[in-house]
C-alpha cells in the first residue's frame, strides 16, 4: 500500500506540475535558466519567479511596437539583448497599476516593484554569467527603495482577550451557530494557542501531522522554508491545549488522504492556509480594528514578547527559523529604540 505524501511533499508535487505548465507558455530558453535554480531554491519561489518573468515578456508585447505581433513563446535570446534600461524603468513604471487580459487590475508598491526587478535580474544574470547574451541591463537600472515595515503585534492584553474570546466567545451564541462554535473551540484554541506560543508559520502548522508531537520532549517537528526539518519546543498552555485537542481529534475519521493531518476541517481535511488565515481575521478583527492581524502578526506577537523577555536576538533567530539573524535584527530593531528610552528615564539626576 502507497503511503500518503505528507503535506509539504504534496504542495511541492502540485507546485512542480503548475511550474510545468506555466513553463510551456514561455520562450525555450527559459528553461535553462528554470533548471538551474532547483537546486537553490523551492518550487513556490520558482513560480514565483516564472509568473514576474512572463509578466515582462507580456509587457513587451503590449508596450513595445518592436514585439506586438509576438506570442511569448516568440521571444528569443537576442531579444533580450535588445532591452534598454529605459525599458525596465517603463517596465517599472508599468507595474504601478496595469490590467490583464481579462481587464483585471493590478498595482504593485515598491516591495512588489522590488520584488519583480530582483526575479528580472536573476533571470538576465544567468545568460550574461553563461555568455548567452553580451549586456544586462537590468543592472543599469536602481533597485527601488524598501521603507522598513512596522511590526504590527498583538499587546499582552490583546492576546489575553483573544484566546478568551476564543474559547468562550459562543457562549452566549444560539442555534445552528453555538453547535458550529462547539464543534470548533477545542480545536480552534490549539491553533491560536501553538500559534501565539510558537511562533511556527501558517504554513508549518497546517503541515503538522499527528506523529510530528513529541510529548515526551514538548516539542513539534515542523519543516521550515527550504524543506528544512526543525524541532520547536512549547510550553505547558501551548501542550494543554493540544493535549485537549488530540482528544477530540482521536475521535474523527479524517477523509481519505487526510488520515495523518493534525487540524482538520468540518469537512474532516487538512485545513488550509486559506482556512487559517480567516479563522484568525474573523476572531482578531473582534478584538482591534485598528490592527490588520494575520497568522504573520501573531508570530511577530511572539518574536516581539520572546525578545522583550530575553534580549537574546539569536535565540529569537533560530526559534523563528530565519536563515539569517540580520533578518530578525531587522524586524525588531524598534524593541531596542524602546530600551534607549527605558535608559533615558532610569537614571534620575537629582533625587526627590
Do not use: W
Not at 101 to 120: E, F, P, V
Not at 344 to 351: G, M, P, Q, T
Amino acid at each position: 500500500m502507497a503511503r500518503n505524501l505528507s503535506y509539504h511533499e504534496q504542495q511541492a508535487a502540485n507546485n512542480t506540475m503548475k511550474l510545468r505548465e506555466v513553463l510551456k507558455t514561455m520562450p525555450d530558453f527559459s528553461y535553462a535558466y528554470f533548471r538551474a535554480m532547483e537546486t537553490t531554491t523551492t518550487t513556490k519561489t520558482r513560480i514565483s519567479y516564472v509568473y514576474d518573468i512572463r509578466l515582462f515578456f507580456k509587457f513587451l508585447i503590449a508596450c513595445n511596437p518592436v514585439y506586438k505581433n509576438y506570442e511569448t513563446r516568440d521571444f528569443v535570446l537576442s531579444d533580450l539583448e535588445k532591452v534598454k534600461p529605459v525599458d525596465i524603468e517603463e517596465y517599472l513604471e508599468y507595474l504601478k497599476i496595469y490590467k490583464d487580459n481579462n481587464g483585471n487590475i493590478y498595482k504593485n508598491d515598491n516591495r512588489g516593484l522590488h520584488r519583480k526587478l530582483s526575479a528580472l535580474r536573476s533571470f538576465y544574470a544567468y545568460f550574461y554569467k553563461k555568455e548567452m547574451i553580451s549586456s544586462n541591463p537590468t543592472l543599469l537600472v536602481d533597485m527601488p527603495k524598501l521603507r522598513e515595515k512596522e511590526i504590527i503585534r498583538l499587546d499582552y492584553d490583546e492576546v489575553a482577550r483573544l484566546l478568551d474570546l476564543v474559547e468562550h466567545g459562543g457562549d452566549n451564541l444560539t442555534g445552528m451557530k453555538k453547535v458550529y462554535y462547539e464543534k470548533n473551540k477545542v480545536r480552534n484554541l490549539a491553533i491560536f494557542t501553538l500559534l501565539l506560543g510558537t511562533g511556527i508559520r501558517v504554513s508549518e502548522c497546517v503541515g503538522l501531522d499527528m506523529h510530528d508531537i513529541d510529548f515526551n520532549n514538548n516539542r513539534l517537528k515542523v519543516i521550515r522554508k527550504g524543506d528544512k526539518e526543525d524541532y520547536v519546543y512549547f510550553g505547558t498552555e501551548v501542550e494543554e491545549a493540544i493535549r485537549s485537542y488530540i482528544d477530540v481529534r482521536n475521535q474523527i475519521n479524517a477523509a481519505p488522504g487526510h488520515e495523518d493531518a493534525l487540524f482538520l476541517s468540518i469537512q474532516k481535511k487538512r485545513m488550509s492556509v486559506q482556512a487559517i488565515e480567516n479563522l484568525v481575521g474573523e476572531y482578531a478583527s473582534q478584538i482591534t480594528t485598528f490592527k490588520h492581524i494575520t497568522p504573520h502578526k501573531l508570530r511577530s506577537t511572539y518574536g516581539t514578547n520572546l525578545y522583550r523577555e530575553t534580549g537574546d536576538i539569536y535565540l529569537v533567530a533560530e526559534v523563528l527559523g530565519h536563515n539569517d539573524v540580520n533578518t530578525t535584527r531587522k524586524h525588531y530593531a524598534a524593541l531596542d529604540e524602546d530600551r534607549k528610552r527605558m535608559a533615558a528615564k532610569a537614571v534620575s539626576l537629582r533625587k526627590e
